[in-house]
């Protein structure tokens, strides 16, 4: 798995994540949305394009960053999930509860969510 992070002029963040999320990776993934989610009222857009595979400790990443966003009054939207991630998101009914969008364009500014 690979994790990448750009900063924008606006202040808001894109975290792209590629390849397999599982145990043995989400790690990354958590330690990475730790250091954004330290920013006061977090703007975050996970960009899971290029997600291959997810298990439920990558989910949980994904809902701890949330509710941590929520929280310090800011967001965490997901974007751009493919055909089988979205299937999960809605599986599971995270993208119910989640802000979930057709492309990290989309997300940052908040149209088109689920």
Do not use: K
Not at 17 to 32: I, M
Not at 48 to 55: H, I, K, R, T, Y
Not at 73 to 82: D, E, H, I, S, T
């Amino acid at each position: 798995m690979h994790v990448s992070v750009v900063g924008n002029t606006d202040d808001s963040v894109v975290v792209t994540v590629r390849g397999h999320l599982d145990l043995d990776s989400a790690p990354v993934l958590a330690t990475t949305l730790d250091r954004v989610l330290d920013r006061p009222a977090p703007r975050i857009v996970v960009d899971l394009s290029g997600v291959e595979f997810c298990d439920s400790i990558g989910l949980s990443a994904f809902v701890v960053g949330h509710r941590r966003a929520d929280g310090a009054g800011g967001w965490l939207r997901l974007a751009a999930p493919g055909a089988w991630m979205t299937q999960l998101l809605d599986t599971v009914g995270l993208a119910g509860r989640m802000g979930v969008y057709r492309s990290v364009g989309d997300a940052l500014a908040g149209r088109d969510g689920n």
